[in-house]
């Protein structure tokens, strides 16, 4: 059974930068399209960024477009979230999820695994 577990949240200013990770143990990621997500309080979750297996096609929500930036090191099952420029809006918990299909979504229902997720608080 894959498991998730996502680390790098915090408390950043506006303008700040984190860098989410996603470490999978159980299975080997490469098998699986990662993608992250977010749900800030009384808000619907929503889709930020997702990867393929191999890293070669990405995808990001048009807020976080030229921001965020996703990778993964499949030698070390760890998927990475670098954002830069964070603004308030971006406060949210945020989740890494696993779909083990070769086609990349943005739909929450799509993936089977997820992460207990990380908070990220943008404030001055």
């Known amino acids: 059974q894959l498991q998730l577990v996502e680390s790098g949240g915090g408390l950043v200013q506006p303008g700040g930068s984190l860098t989410l990770s996603c470490v999978g143990s159980?299975?080997?990621?490469?098998?699986?399209?990662i993608a992250w997500f977010r749900q800030a309080p009384g808000k619907e979750r929503q889709g930020v960024s997702n990867?393929?297996?191999?890293?070669?096609?990405?995808y990001y929500r048009d807020s976080v477009k030229g921001r965020f930036a996703i990778s993964r090191d499949n030698a070390k099952n760890t998927v990475f979230l670098q954002m830069n420029n964070l603004q308030p809006e971006d406060t949210a918990v945020y989740y890494c999820?696993?779909?083990?299909?070769?086609?990349?979504?943005?739909?929450?229902?799509?993936?089977?695994?997820w992460g207990q997720g990380t908070q990220v608080t943008v404030s001055s």
């Open positions: 999820a696993a779909r083990r299909d070769t086609s990349a979504t943005m739909r929450p229902y799509d993936y089977e695994h």
């Open positions: 990867i393929d297996r191999n890293g070669a096609s990405t």
């Open positions: 159980g299975r080997t990621l490469d098998r699986y399209v």
